[in-house]
């Protein structure tokens, strides 16, 4: 497990667009300074080096932003245009976003330290959302209801209006398109803030956006800190909807603001999701798909399977094969071509996850890591051992590339220890009995049940979301346009 390139910040790649002076705020279809010319920079985890500096967007700033959604939402050249002619529009996001892949999926591994081969494949599943969300607008119906017969009764599936989209940093262009598609589809006009971590692509993107026909202000694009861009977007009064990924308690803080004015809510928030491997499973391919639910992406995943279960029965051979597929997933350069991990996003990052191993030993934990921490931000795969249910590693999400094996001895057991958490996102199920697969998979309490299968992701066709505190609502499938419109009631009286 080593880095298998020497770091050298001069050779890494340097797209053309962190040239230039600060970065500034997408605001009516214009780059705008802040009101404050307020800046912070962003950093590539794998070097330290500063990458850009970045516009910090204050409350005047926020409010400039949603006056233009508002704006855009209430003009003809959004409001009046066809369904056919919005689907056009998404289509031109698509293509634009597919011609500069490339560039964007070096943005995001240079901000937030993916692998590039992890980054292109996020980039092209975001083209295919856009893609999937191009056949939308001319497939929102409304109804008619029974009536009498002197009475005409329909119904209306309109959009909220102004949407806060508010994305993680831990793949920055996927959910940015997970919350664009949807709300233009639907006739939304947007204002996003990403991630202070990793804003380089939603600006970029920014950018792209401006040479489609997508008119002045439907998209706005504030960067800045969560404590005051993401508050002042949260608290705006004429912001309609809050779309948001991250942590449970900015969840929480979100949906409490969200309150005062009624906002409506889309809350993506975070995971403590089981693997659970039967007796009768491909262990060698469970074991593969163990490792990458909780190392891919370096663990930091809402998704990440960090709680691993086996049957009591194949537990030492399955943790054999755990380990042996540890060593295999090699940490380094996000450009090398033979690296499986990145490092962490961050220096704070690493050291919140690194003081959960200090934790696990403390609860009596025994630790197997496949490498020696030392590489600057790079933590190579752990597994925890010889902990409890009531163990902090596995009640708290680490989301980091660590995980805590544990067994269980039947069904209705691996059901009850895979549900015993305050959250559920997602799990992962592996046996080769289809009655097995299906009694567990309706027993679990999560929004995405995978079997011998992990993190399957859909471009927009199956509901995506989470049971109990990871989340409300559901992005992707038919039910995102419930998430995006209101349904207005028209009786008409002949």
């Keep these: 497990m080593t880095v298998p390139l020497t770091l050298d910040a001069s050779a890494r790649p340097a797209p053309a667009f962190l040239d230039g002076p600060a970065k500034k705020l997408l605001i009516d279809g214009a780059w705008t300074a802040p009101r404050s010319a307020a800046t912070f920079e962003t950093f590539d985890p794998a070097t330290g080096r500063a990458l850009a500096s970045i516009a910090s967007a204050g409350p005047e700033d926020v409010d400039l ?7 855009a939402f209430e003009a003809p050249s959004w409001a009046d245009i066809t369904p056919y002619q919005r689907g056009k529009v998404l289509l031109q ?24 081969w992890m980054t292109r494949w996020l980039i092209d599943h975001s083209v295919e959302v856009f893609r999937h969300y191009a056949g939308w607008p001319t497939k929102i119906y409304g109804q008619t209801a029974p009536s009498d017969p002197a009475v005409f009764n329909y119904t209306l599936r309109q959009p909220l209006g102004v949407v806060g989209a508010i994305t993680a940093w831990n793949g920055p262009v996927l959910q940015l398109a997970w919350k664009l598609g949807p709300a233009l589809a639907t006739g939304n006009t947007v204002v996003a803030k990403p991630a202070a971590w990793s804003p380089l692509s939603a600006l970029r993107i920014g950018e792209l956006l401006l040479t489609t026909d997508l008119p002045p202000g439907v998209v706005n694009i504030v960067t800045g800190d969560g404590a005051v861009t993401g508050e002042a977007l949260t608290n705006h009064p004429d ?43 491909d262990l060698e391919a469970a074991a593969k798909g163990a490792v990458a639910g909780f190392a891919q ?13 086996v049957q ?36 704070e990052h690493f050291a919140r996850v690194a003081s959960y191993l200090d934790v696990a030993r403390e609860e009596g934990g025994t630790l197997e890591t496949a490498g020696e921490l030392g590489h600057g931000l790079y933590m190579p795969p752990t597994l925890i051992e010889n902990v409890g249910a009531d163990a902090r590693v596995v009640r708290e999400e680490i989301f980091g590339p660590v995980a805590s094996l544990m067994t269980f001895t039947d069904t209705g057991d691996a059901i009850a220890q895979g549900n015993d958490t305050i959250y559920g996102l997602s799990a992962s199920v592996w046996t080769t009995n289809l009655e097995r697969a299906h009694r567990t998979a309706t027993g679990l309490r999560a929004g995405t049940v995978w079997i011998n299968a992990y993190a399957d992701m859909s471009a927009g066709t199956v509901p995506f979301g989470g049971f109990k505190q990871s989340g409300l609502g559901r992005e992707h499938g038919i039910e995102v346009l419930d998430a995006y419109t209101e349904t207005k009631t028209v009786m008409v009286h002949l």
């Design 93 to 116: 996001i698509a293509d634009v976003i597919e011609a500069h892949a490339e560039e964007l999926a070096v943005l995001d591994s240079l901000d937030m330290g993916g692998p590039l």
């Design 239 to 281: 912001v309609d909807k809050i779309s948001f990924t991250g942590s449970l308690a900015v969840g929480k803080r979100i949906l409490e603001v969200s309150s005062r004015d009624l906002k409506r809510v889309t809350l993506e928030l975070g995971g403590k999701s089981p693997t659970i491997v039967f007796d009768d499973a």
């Design 65 to 71: 932003a949603v006056a233009a959604a508002r704006r």
């Design 312 to 347: 009591e029965s194949v537990r030492e051979r399955f943790r054999e094969l755990l380990l042996q597929e540890m060593h295999a997933y090699t940490l380094g350069d996000p450009f090398h071509p033979g690296t499986r991990m990145g490092p962490l996003a961050s220096p």
């Design 297 to 309: 992406g370096s663990g930091e995943g809402c998704v990440a399977g960090t709680r691993i279960f």
